[in-house]
């Protein structure tokens, strides 16, 4: 029997409802039950594929190459359950499905309307590709009272309505803002949250109240008393030194107890959270620490790079060091000294990143790893920048640039037209659409033999998630390699450079994919583990 659990957010955005999600299906799976995510997106966009990652943050990317909200990324970091394409839905994608079905003709004749037929999809999204779960864990974006939320709001009243108690449950998470002044928490934001939610038909379960501090108990008593749940049911999420200590503290808290009751699950049922308890041990108490300079130009917004920071502390994890990420605007190197902002870190990372904003910046901190024997990672972009450094300064190939600027002399970098897709020939132009045409996915890559790549991986093949449009041209091959750039990865059919080492340099790697989407705490990627080891190598040397 399949157990569906909704998830919303009221007050205020950005209080975590993504967490909590991942955290509630990490206390779950503990207790022997196995989980699936969901994120339902109130925005009009199809998927995040085409917004700005300083308005949205980073677009996480599925194996089977769907372009996702962040969220989806807390989801796998905190259960390992790996995320489909079906996992993720939005106002576009809906809206889009509902019109080619009009079109079609398969509503007969019927005037479409947002009830029945919007909200029917929806479901349609919550209820498909599910096989033996226990729970469903289906979080809706947005805040309660939002307009663009309407609709999804509605059909998670009809689906818990078609379910039943027994197989249905209303999480609501809210702020309770403390106020100095005052000495005391407010309650009177997450009355009026509730009773928003109420007035579109749903009663919360569960509240889930954010805050700096521990909810005191007569608080929790007046949030009971209001909002009409019971007080074991008002769950304290105070702010807590590390995301994965989120699941400890709502068990210590009974947040799963309360789930399980609610569904009639004995609450005493086994459950095991060493992993996560050896997880903040090593998170807060570590070895040492060492300094990653990552090199962008979304700096500004660190949720642009969400995956990519967690992975470097999951490098650490595995070191039992602490990372402190320096977060750079690239543009700075093209304005300023580079030394100044580069010296004393022990490793460098550039990346992804579209347009030629802040390029040469990049290349600019390519060129001082390699010179200072610094240890490098580049990532997709960021491979590129490594490439264009190699092949200007090392390779002679002074007008070595990427398409994706204008027209080059030397296209070291360009477009990518045509590649195999699981035997499929996909073809791409510059007049093709950007949303979705990208190559996005996961792409087997075969590992050279004697590479450091080879020696990190312990395999020869390997599969990793892209998205990109721009590759490194295979045609420059001979000429970087005899100045020392090995191509130590290379698609199966041997056309698409995957990995790049540079060699007598101390660890100098970059990859065209996206190795952060694949990492957790629990499992770290292993190119993060071996760049943070050589990070930790190269303090003791200076």
Same mark, same amino acid.
């Given at each position: ?277 050896? /997880? ?7 070895? &040492?620490? *060492?300094?990653?300079? $990552? !090199? =962008?130009?979304? @700096? %500004? ?95 002679? /190939? ?7 600027? &204008?027209? *080059?002399?030397?296209? $070291? !970098? =360009?477009?990518? @037209? %045509? ?124």
């Amino acid at each position: 029997m399949i157990r569906f659990v909704f998830i919303t957010g009221g007050v205020v955005s950005s209080l975590g409802k993504g967490i909590s999600s991942g955290a509630l299906g990490a206390l779950l799976q503990a207790r022997g039950f196995k989980v699936r995510l969901r994120k339902l997106d109130p925005y009009l966009n199809v998927d995040p594929g085409t917004m700005s990652p300083t308005q949205h943050g980073e677009v996480f990317v599925t194996d089977d190459g769907a372009e996702t909200d962040l969220d989806l990324g807390h989801y796998e970091r905190f259960t390992g359950v790996v995320s489909r394409r079906s996992d993720n839905v939005t106002t576009g994608k809906i809206y889009s499905e509902v019109i080619t079905r009009e079109r079609r003709g398969d509503y007969l004749g019927a005037t479409v309307q947002v009830i029945p037929h919007v909200t029917d999809a929806i479901k349609d999204f919550i209820s498909a590709d599910l096989t033996d779960e226990d729970f469903v864990i289906c979080e809706i974006g947005g805040t309660v009272g939002d307009i663009e939320s309407l609709p999804f709001l509605e059909a998670i009243r009809q689906k818990a309505n078609e379910l039943g108690p027994e197989r249905s449950l209303f999480i609501h998470l809210t702020l309770l803002p403390h106020l100095t002044v005052a000495g005391e928490v407010k309650t009177k934001p997450t009355q009026h949250s509730v009773k928003e939610l109420q007035s579109v038909g749903i009663k919360a379960d569960v509240l889930l109240c954010r805050s700096d501090t521990s909810i005191p108990l007569e608080a929790r008593r007046k949030i009971a008393l209001f909002c009409n749940v019971r007080p074991e049911r008002v769950i304290s999420a105070p702010d807590v030194d590390t995301i994965y200590e989120v699941p400890l503290v709502y068990h210590e808290q009974g947040f799963d107890t309360e789930v399980c009751k609610h569904f009639g699950i004995e609450s005493n049922r086994k459950l095991n959270l060493r992993r996560w308890h050896d /997880i903040v041990r090593r998170t807060k108490n570590p070895e &040492g620490q *060492v300094r990653i300079a $990552v !090199v =962008g130009k979304y @700096t %500004e917004l660190p949720d642009a790079y969400k995956s990519l920071a967690e992975a470097l502390d999951h490098g650490g994890i595995a070191n039992n060091v602490g990372v402190k990420m320096n977060w750079i605007d690239s543009e700075i190197f093209e304005k300023e000294e580079i030394v100044h902002h580069l010296e004393g870190v022990q490793g460098i990372l550039v990346p992804g990143g579209f347009g030629e904003r802040g390029a040469e910046g990049k290349i600019a901190a390519v060129k001082f790893a390699r010179e200072h024997k610094v240890p490098y990672f580049g990532i997709c972009f960021g491979m590129q920048m490594a490439v264009i450094e190699v092949a200007r300064n090392l390779a002679g /190939i002074l007008e070595a640039g990427s398409t994706e600027f &204008g027209p *080059v002399d030397e296209q $070291v !970098v =360009g477009l990518l @037209t %045509e590649w195999n897709n699981s035997g499929k020939l996909e073809l791409r132009s510059e007049n093709t659409d950007l949303g979705g045409t990208m190559r996005v996915g996961s792409y087997p890559c075969a590992l050279k033999q004697g590479s450091l790549a080879r020696e990190v991986y312990r395999t020869d093949k390997i599969v990793e998630r892209h998205r990109h449009r721009y590759e490194v041209n295979i045609s420059y091959l001979e000429k970087l390699e005899s100045c020392g750039l090995s191509f130590s990865g290379l698609s199966p059919d041997g056309r698409l450079p995957e990995i790049v080492e540079l060699k007598g340099h101390p660890w100098f790697v970059g990859v065209q994919f996206h190795p952060e989407l694949r990492s957790k705490p629990f499992d770290p990627h292993p190119l993060f583990e071996s760049f943070i080891r050589a990070a930790v190598d190269h303090s003791r040397l200076v």
